[in-house]
């Protein structure tokens, strides 16, 4: 079965990312993504999504954030994959952090910040 995936009007050519960054629901999922990717997958990534950040925050911008319709859902989960793409191309050199065991997990915990 094929799934469709439908992204808001203007970033159809996004799809190919989406398929991949905008079916994880979470930092963890994401940061495994990136290690099990080549860096020639990361690199079309980002070249393809960061300079469209500003275009898709302007569209993400129009409607609530705990309300997204499920194309801008998926365009917004799209987004937060570039987060790390971005470490491997800018930072890294590559898919994992380096001298770190492929693949590992991190776990981010907020002891600060109260609701």
């Known amino acids: 079965m094929t799934e469709t995936l439908t992204l808001p009007d203007g970033f159809a050519d996004l799809a190919p990312f989406a398929a991949v960054w905008g079916k994880l629901e979470s930092q963890e999922e994401r940061y495994l993504q990136r290690q099990h990717c080549t860096m020639k997958q990361l690199k079309a990534f980002y070249d393809a999504t960061a300079p469209r950040l500003n275009a898709i925050f302007d569209h993400l911008d129009r409607f609530p954030m705990d309300g997204l319709p499920e194309p801008e859902a998926l365009l917004y989960r ?10 491997a191309v800018e930072v890294f050199g590559q898919p ?7 693949p590992h997990k991190m776990a981010i915990k907020w002891s600060e910040y109260l609701p």
């Open 78 to 87: 799209t987004a937060l994959g570039l987060t790390e793409a971005a470490m």
């Open 96 to 102: 994992c952090v380096p001298y770190a065991p492929f």
